[in-house]
């Protein structure tokens, strides 16, 4: 069983100090590695599919997140508001109000539609002290978030899209779905009162699941304050479910936004607001992804892609010739020479790197490598660079295989 607040320190991903607050990580440099290609990695998914990025600030004032119904339900997960002049500002709990004005300040006709808007952004959440640790219960969020802005005869599309996205993220992460939730509201008043809109926002996610062949369950109480949503749920080692990915149509934030797009017959007309998120938010995603591959993260992702062992110090120009040319392909490449400790201690400390790299006086001599994976497969002397160009194309394509005979 892997604990990722024990793997980050020991692969020195991540850390927190007590100066900082709790709930507060940072990224150490290797961490930032793998934060970064994750990052550039959704990105890069969502602008092949049809995404558009913005930027947004982290701040808003309180009046925002009282037109969207955060205040009135959602203030107990927010920090209380800073005073600024006559003013309160508000570190925001989520990015749809800031999404929804950035729609609002243009007008849109429906030829325009669907319009998908995305940005990985900060977001904050006053979780209690007792209950933050690592990177799954945090203070600061970095979120992936998109908001399809739509008609309503769009919006099942999109949702449908959305979920192939989270499938085709997950299949070049190496992790697995557990479980499709149908997250309904409960009982209480956490939840806002328009029973025609949880309705119609319910029967198009149950048309979104049974259209795409999954089982789900509906399960109540773990519905967003505004609507329902499909929640994508992954397990850890221990069996522990949590929810990485959502989808969520919804219908009360662009009333209370008053949204609108230009209709074939040139009158106003309320666009739907698909909600959905890929990965999460990038903390959670990585604490997954450090428990499911106990730290030996897809090759693409991981902070070191080979590990260069010269067996001894005759070999280190080749060793270092070797790194460079890594570099130059956008390789992450290590030089581990043998200052660092015997050829065997140095295999063991690059254990969870992806490929190792022997440099012995036979290699050097006729720029061959006989490179290991970290599967422990040994393969067949091959030359330099037919191994890197094998790497780079396997990297490229986002592949889980460290290898394909
Ligand atoms: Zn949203």
């Not at 990105?43 to 092949?48: G, L, Q, S, T, V």
């Not at 037109?67 to 006559?86: A, N």
């Not at 939730?181 to 996610?205: E, F, I, M, N």
């Amino acid at each position: 069983m892997h604990d990722h607040r024990k793997l980050g320190r020991e692969l020195d991903l991540f850390d927190t100090d007590p100066l900082m607050g709790a709930g507060l990580p940072y990224w150490l440099p290797d961490g930032a590695v793998v934060r970064h290609t994750l990052e550039e990695y959704v990105r890069e998914a969502e602008r092949r599919a049809g995404y558009r990025h913005v930027y947004s600030p982290v701040l808003g004032k309180r009046e925002l997140y009282e037109i969207s119904g955060h205040w009135s339900h959602y203030s107990e997960d927010m920090f209380p508001p800073m005073r600024l002049g006559g003013e309160q500002v508000v570190l925001r709990p989520s990015l749809c109000p800031h999404h929804a004005l950035i729609y609002r300040s243009r007008a849109h006709s429906y030829r325009e539609l669907p319009l998908r808007m995305a940005e990985l952004g900060g977001m904050y959440r006053a979780e209690l002290s007792g209950v933050l640790g690592g990177l799954t219960r945090v203070r600061a969020i970095q979120l992936n978030d998109a908001h399809i802005f739509c008609t309503p005869d769009q919006a099942v599309d999109e949702a449908r899209a959305a979920l192939e996205l989270i499938r085709q993220a997950y299949r070049a992460l190496g992790i697995e779905d557990a479980r499709y939730r149908l997250s309904l509201p409960g009982a209480g008043g956490k939840y806002v009162a328009d029973p025609a809109l949880w309705q119609r926002a319910t029967a198009l996610l149950a048309e979104v699941l049974d259209g795409s062949g999954v089982p789900y369950e509906a399960v109540e109480g773990e519905a967003a304050f505004y609507g329902p949503k499909i929640d994508v749920q992954v397990a850890d080692s221990a069996g522990r479910e949590s929810t990485l990915s959502t989808v969520q149509i919804d219908f009360h934030q662009p009333a209370r936004f008053d949204l609108h797009y230009i209709g074939p017959d040139g009158a106003k007309h309320r666009p739907v607001m698909v909600h959905r998120s890929v990965i999460g938010s990038v903390e959670r995603a990585v604490a997954h992804l450090i428990e499911r591959h106990g730290g030996a993260l897809p090759a693409w992702l991981a902070p070191t892609q080979i590990a260069v062992l010269p067996v001894s110090e005759a070999e280190l120009p080749q060793a270092a010739d070797l790194v460079r040319r890594c570099v130059e392909r956008g390789l992450r490449a290590e030089l581990a020479g043998p200052e660092q400790g015997s050829l065997g201690a140095r295999i063991r400390s690059a254990r969870l790197v992806p490929y190792q790299v022997v440099i012995g006086a036979k290699e050097a001599a006729a720029d061959l490598l006989a490179p290991r994976l970290r599967s422990g497969q040994r393969l067949d002397a091959l030359p330099a660079n037919r191994f890197l160009t094998r790497v780079e194309a396997l990297v490229g394509a986002h592949s889980t295989d460290l290898w394909d005979a």
